[in-house]
């Protein structure tokens, strides 16, 4: 089972078991407020016995949902654990990215720095980058270009680093998306209904 469906799912069944104790909760309330004024040894008696089984029956279904919401708590640490791992990921890429682009930006630099002649679209991702740098490159270059053309020494000229096109920025899933996708690592624990829950309990209307 997927998590983000089993969450889904233990989620209502918590919140069928914190309805179904809210109104035995209400009944007990009532029984004890009826006990307080009952008038004679046998009501009391009898309004004690209801309240007992109430509270007997509140406990079961205590111990029912905490199984759940412990199995809750599971999810919920695998859940992250997904999420973290998608967003490192991530990260990593985008760290790996943005070394090779600053080696490209750097790269630039360097071959302007030597008077050679780079597209201008190369100029631009440089200029970009740090404009200060780029001015400073172009007034090296052209120093070391005047002196490569009283020497003799032919231009070099270099293609773009960055292709003919930009590529495409990758696509990343999301992170909630692959979190709540995963498949849980353990099955939890059997769905009981609160009615079912409480068959071994008497609770009398």
């Given at each position: 089972?997927?998590?983000?469906?089993?969450?889904?799912?233990?989620?209502?069944?918590?919140?069928?078991?914190?309805?179904?104790?809210?109104?035995?909760?209400?009944?007990?309330?009532?029984?004890?407020e009826r006990r307080e004024i009952a008038q004679n040894d046998e009501e009391k008696s009898m309004f004690s016995k209801d309240a007992?089984?109430?509270?007997?029956?509140?406990?079961?279904?205590?111990?029912?949902?905490?199984?759940?919401?412990?199995?809750?708590?599971?999810?919920?640490?695998?859940?992250?654990?997904?999420?973290?791992?998608?967003?490192?990921?991530?990260?990593?890429?985008?760290?790996?990215?943005?070394?090779?682009?600053?080696?490209?930006?750097?790269?630039?630099?360097?071959?302007?720095?030597?008077?050679?002649?780079?597209?201008?679209?190369?100029?631009?991702?440089?200029?970009?980058?740090?404009?200060?740098?780029?001015?400073?490159?172009?007034?090296?270059?052209?120093?070391?270009?005047?002196?490569?053309?009283?020497?003799?020494?032919?231009?070099?000229?270099?293609?773009?680093?960055?292709?003919?096109?930009?590529?495409?920025?990758?696509?990343?899933?999301?992170?909630?998306?692959?979190?709540?996708?995963?498949?849980?690592?353990?099955?939890?624990?059997?769905?009981?209904?609160?009615?079912?829950?409480?068959?071994?309990?008497?609770?009398?209307?």
């Amino acid at each position: 089972m997927k998590i983000g469906e089993a969450q889904q799912i233990y989620r209502e069944q918590v919140k069928a078991y914190q309805e179904q104790k809210r109104m035995l909760s209400e009944r007990l309330k009532q029984v004890q407020e009826r006990r307080e004024i009952a008038q004679n040894d046998e009501e009391k008696s009898m309004f004690s016995k209801d309240a007992a089984i109430l509270e007997l029956s509140i406990k079961e279904l205590n111990e029912k949902q905490e199984e759940y919401q412990d199995y809750l708590s599971e999810l919920a640490e695998q859940h992250s654990a997904y999420w973290n791992a998608a967003v490192a990921e991530q990260q990593a890429d985008a760290y790996e990215k943005y070394g090779e682009e600053m080696g490209k930006i750097m790269e630039v630099a360097r071959r302007l720095m030597k008077g050679a002649r780079v597209p201008q679209a190369d100029e631009k991702k440089l200029m970009d980058f740090s404009y200060e740098l780029y001015q400073a490159a172009k007034t090296t270059g052209e120093m070391v270009r005047r002196q490569k053309e009283q020497e003799g020494k032919e231009e070099e000229e270099y293609d773009t680093l960055w292709g003919d096109e930009e590529k495409k920025e990758e696509e990343y899933e999301d992170p909630q998306e692959v979190a709540e996708n995963a498949t849980a690592a353990n099955e939890g624990p059997a769905l009981v209904s609160p009615e079912d829950a409480l068959a071994g309990v008497f609770v009398e209307e």
